[in-house]
């Protein structure tokens, strides 16, 4: 393991009885990267992330956290990793310095660093003049920097985050992922949980997980680039619940899905946005100018896991 | 009311309601016409949940009115009932019972007669794929088919008006994606959708939105139009080091907004013509090569952000 790597696993597995959740996963994370974790429910994300946490041992294999094997060192890499999630249970009841000293004591910061690095929380969270202020009271992004104050009081080499930022405004959302930057820019490693693909677009790679096995990994642009068999087009449609039956055995569709008034239409390189045009068309359905659109990360995941496909509904 | 909204699926007008002393919802006023899905979008605490519980009547407005499916639902919540189907937040699965169980009984509740029980039972099971776990406990699926047995049991008894309170929270975007395929298939039948959704990415696939923040709606439109709102341009500015190009943008001139993003960096500018061969310079001048710059699209949480500005105080 070299300096800079600051998470490996190699051939991590866990089975439960005769169910293997995580299947040989290998990674390698370097300090200060921003790493994603995708997967649909119950793909074995959480299993990963427990275990390396140090929360669940390994079947075989092995994962190093912050310089500790997760197997045989689990209370170590607990003291030297943080963990928020957007349901964290900051006390509502209790001020915002109370939260911060009860913090402080679990995660047994040192005496004479106490006093300073609670002023940092409360800066990091611009609750400077609020420390009094109970924490039920501050909205929503306010209280969401907090729980990151006190997730990373013991100074945490590797931080997790589960659904950070899901229910919070959109400018509250922005201003936290700024200070997940800065964190990573100091060395700080990062590993964020999500389901939300626009919490997946802040990471500098994302990690597709699905049946235990590691489908994919690497940059948004690197994923939207290699990971999809075609390109995507965008079209006008008046009636694109009839358009969506129309394409659904058409030559050179990969996938077409309803996108509000619009068809998002996966194409392959031997087919072309003018047939697929035509064809609709010849359908009598009219459609306008077909325009190629940058795919979103939900296309790739959509493409790389499998699932069963759903019946039209009637009423 | 007026003409119109004496014709639409689902008319508010002027709605408020207070809890104790906190103002929850304020002056909101919407009209959504059959077929239509229109979507509450905002935050956690921007109103939605409080405004979904007075549509579906089992909340009482301090003022205001609501017509649906012509029905006056503040004075006879009870005659609106039957129009309309409400999926709060935690839908009242019973999870110690079966699939087909929970259906069994929505439609028994539902008072749907046992003659058509079953085929409609079948026809919505195979819609929302549930058909292989029929006899599969509802406690032991996953999040994102709970949520499609929910919306089964919603539509048993064949709604006119569908309220669906954060219906994806918490759902895979495979599952989200069947989720929707199930909503546009309903919108073909001239159903009427109501959802709301703190997922700005969710809430682009809406025929209309209602943006909601504090308890009020701030603007409402087509999500095409709502873009259309936003001034100046959305650029992603690919480098090798997006931090240091994040940094060296900041205080340019015409830069109205920077985000870091996992491999590029956002930048909103005032006029992108202008302002990309200045930006190109700038990192040019910092020492920063083989920059890519392009115009994207903006989302509707770049427009929420441009059009709501800043955070208020904490």
Same mark, same amino acid.
């Given at each position: 393991?070299?300096?800079?790597?600051?998470?490996?696993?190699?051939?991590?597995?866990?089975?439960?009885?005769?169910?293997?959740?995580?299947?040989?996963?290998?990674?390698?994370?370097?300090?200060?990267?921003?790493?994603?974790? #995708?997967?649909?429910?119950?793909?074995?994300?959480?299993?990963?992330?427990?275990?390396?946490?140090?929360?669940?041992?390994?079947?075989?294999? *092995?994962?190093?956290?912050?310089?500790?094997?997760?197997?045989?060192?689990?209370?170590?890499?607990?003291?030297?990793?943080?963990?928020?999630?957007?349901?964290?249970?900051?006390?509502?009841?209790?001020?915002?310095?109370?939260?911060?000293?009860?913090?402080?004591?679990?995660?047994?910061?040192? *005496?004479?660093?106490?006093?300073?690095?609670?002023?940092?929380?409360?800066?990091?969270?611009?609750?400077?003049?609020?420390?009094?202020?109970?924490?039920?009271?501050?909205?929503?992004?306010?209280?969401?920097?907090?729980?990151?104050?006190?997730?990373?009081?013991?100074?945490?080499?590797?931080?997790?985050?589960?659904?950070?930022?899901?229910?919070?405004?959109?400018?509250?959302?922005?201003?936290?992922?700024?200070?997940?930057?800065?964190?990573?820019?100091?060395?700080?490693? #990062?590993?964020?949980?999500?389901?939300?693909?626009?919490?997946?677009?802040?990471?500098?790679?994302?990690?597709?997980?699905?049946?235990?096995?590691?489908?994919? #990994?690497?940059?948004?642009?690197?994923?939207?680039?290699?990971?999809?068999?075609?390109?995507?087009?965008?079209?006008?449609?008046?009636?694109?619940?009839?358009?969506?039956?129309?394409?659904?055995?058409?030559?050179?569709?990969?996938?077409?899905?309803?996108?509000?008034?619009?068809?998002?239409?996966?194409?392959?390189?031997?087919?072309?946005?003018?047939?697929?045009?035509?064809?609709?068309?010849?359908?009598?359905?009219?459609?306008?100018?077909?325009?190629?659109?940058?795919?979103?990360?939900?296309?790739?995941?959509?493409?790389?896991?499998?699932?069963?496909?759903?019946?039209?509904?009637?009423? | 009311?007026?003409?119109?909204?004496?014709?639409?699926?689902?008319?508010?007008?002027?709605?408020?309601?207070?809890?104790?002393?906190?103002?929850?919802?304020?002056?909101?006023?919407?009209?959504?016409?059959?077929?239509?899905?229109?979507?509450?979008?905002?935050?956690?605490?921007?109103?939605?949940?409080?405004?979904?519980?007075?549509?579906?009547?089992?909340?009482?407005?301090?003022?205001?009115?609501?017509?649906?499916?012509?029905?006056?639902?503040?004075?006879?919540?009870?005659?609106?009932?039957?129009?309309?189907?409400?999926?709060?937040?935690?839908?009242?699965?019973?999870?110690?019972?079966?699939?087909?169980?929970?259906?069994?009984?929505?439609?028994?509740?539902?008072?749907?007669?046992?003659?058509?029980?079953?085929?409609?039972?079948?026809?919505?099971?195979?819609?929302?794929?549930?058909?292989?776990?029929?006899?599969?406990?509802?406690?032991?699926?996953?999040?994102?088919?709970?949520?499609?047995?929910?919306?089964?049991?919603?539509?048993?008894?064949?709604?006119?008006?569908?309220?669906?309170?954060?219906?994806?929270?918490?759902?895979?975007?495979?599952?989200r994606r069947d989720f929707w395929g199930i909503l546009y298939g309903l919108r073909e039948h001239g159903v009427t959708i109501l959802l709301?959704?703190?997922?700005?990415?969710?809430?682009?696939?809406?025929?209309?939105?209602?943006?909601?923040?504090?308890?009020?709606?701030?603007?409402?439109?087509?999500?095409?139009?709502?873009?259309?709102?936003?001034?100046?341009?959305?650029?992603?500015?690919?480098?090798?080091?997006?931090?240091?190009?994040?940094?060296?943008?900041?205080?340019?001139?015409?830069?109205?907004?920077?985000?870091?993003?996992?491999?590029?960096?956002?930048?909103?500018?005032?006029?992108?013509?202008?302002?990309?061969?200045?930006?190109?310079?700038?990192?040019?001048?910092?020492?920063?090569?083989?920059?890519?710059?392009?115009?994207?699209?903006?989302?509707?949480?770049?427009?929420?952000?441009?059009?709501?500005?800043?955070?208020?105080?904490?």
């Open positions: 393991m070299t300096d800079d790597t600051a998470v490996l696993a190699e051939g991590l597995t866990r089975s439960f009885g005769g169910f293997t959740a995580v299947d040989r996963l290998d990674l390698r994370i370097a300090k200060g990267e921003v790493v994603g974790f #995708i997967g649909p429910n119950g793909a074995g994300k959480s299993t990963t992330l427990r275990m390396l946490c140090g929360l669940l041992t390994p079947t075989s294999g *092995r994962a190093v956290v912050a310089g500790f094997d997760v197997g045989r060192q689990p209370e170590a890499v607990r003291e030297h990793i943080g963990y928020m999630s957007q349901r964290f249970s900051l006390y509502g009841d209790l001020t915002v310095r109370e939260n911060l000293h009860f913090f402080g004591g679990l995660y047994r910061v040192p *005496r004479s660093e106490f006093a300073a690095r609670i002023q940092a929380a409360v800066a990091m969270a611009g609750l400077e003049g609020r420390e009094e202020a109970l924490v039920r009271t501050l909205a929503g992004g306010w209280k969401q920097r907090l729980a990151l104050g006190c997730a990373i009081l013991h100074r945490p080499p590797v931080l997790f985050l589960d659904e950070p930022t899901s229910g919070v405004e959109p400018e509250a959302r922005r201003h936290f992922w700024d200070l997940i930057h800065n964190l990573a820019g100091g060395g700080v490693t #990062i590993l964020v949980s999500t389901h939300y693909m626009d919490e997946a677009e802040y990471c500098n790679r994302i990690a597709l997980i699905d049946a235990g096995r590691m489908v994919a #990994i690497g940059s948004p642009g690197e994923l939207r680039a290699r990971e999809l068999a075609g390109k995507l087009y965008e079209f006008d449609c008046t009636a694109p619940g009839a358009a969506l039956i129309a394409l659904q055995q058409a030559p050179g569709v990969i996938d077409a899905v309803i996108f509000g008034d619009r068809l998002h239409v996966m194409i392959a390189p031997r087919g072309s946005a003018a047939e697929v045009s035509a064809l609709l068309e010849r359908q009598g359905l009219r459609t306008g100018l077909p325009r190629l659109i940058a795919p979103s990360l939900e296309d790739v995941f959509v493409q790389l896991v499998s699932r069963p496909r759903a019946a039209p509904i009637a009423t | 009311m007026s003409a119109a909204a004496q014709t639409s699926a689902v008319a508010a007008r002027n709605l408020a309601r207070s809890f104790g002393g906190t103002v929850a919802v304020n002056r909101v006023s919407f009209e959504v016409a059959r077929g239509e899905i229109f979507g509450l979008v905002g935050p956690d605490g921007a109103g939605k949940s409080t405004i979904m519980r007075m549509l579906a009547g089992v909340l009482r407005p301090d003022t205001g009115e609501i017509r649906l499916a012509g029905v006056d639902v503040v004075a006879d919540p009870e005659r609106a009932r039957p129009c309309l189907s409400y999926m709060p937040q935690r839908f009242g699965l019973y999870e110690d019972m079966t699939v087909a169980e929970n259906i069994f009984f929505y439609a028994t509740l539902f008072g749907i007669p046992a003659s058509v029980r079953r085929a409609r039972g079948r026809e919505l099971l195979d819609a929302a794929g549930l058909q292989p776990f029929e006899r599969r406990l509802a406690g032991q699926l996953s999040g994102g088919m709970k949520q499609k047995l929910g919306l089964v049991c919603a539509l048993i008894h064949t709604p006119q008006v569908l309220l669906l309170d954060e219906p994806t929270t918490g759902v895979d975007p495979v599952s709301s959704t703190a997922y700005m990415d969710e809430a682009e696939r809406c025929s209309r939105l209602a943006l909601l923040h504090a308890g009020e709606i701030q603007y409402c439109d087509t999500p095409a139009r709502l873009k259309q709102m936003m001034t100046g341009a959305l650029l992603a500015v690919i480098t090798q080091d997006s931090r240091r190009a994040h940094a060296a943008l900041e205080g340019a001139p015409g830069v109205l907004g920077r985000l870091l993003m996992g491999d590029r960096v956002n930048v909103r500018v005032d006029d992108a013509e202008r302002r990309v061969p200045e930006l190109r310079a700038r990192l040019a001048a910092c020492g920063i090569g083989e920059v890519s710059i392009a115009r994207i699209d903006p989302g509707i949480e770049d427009v929420f952000v441009a059009l709501l500005g800043s955070e208020r105080t904490p």
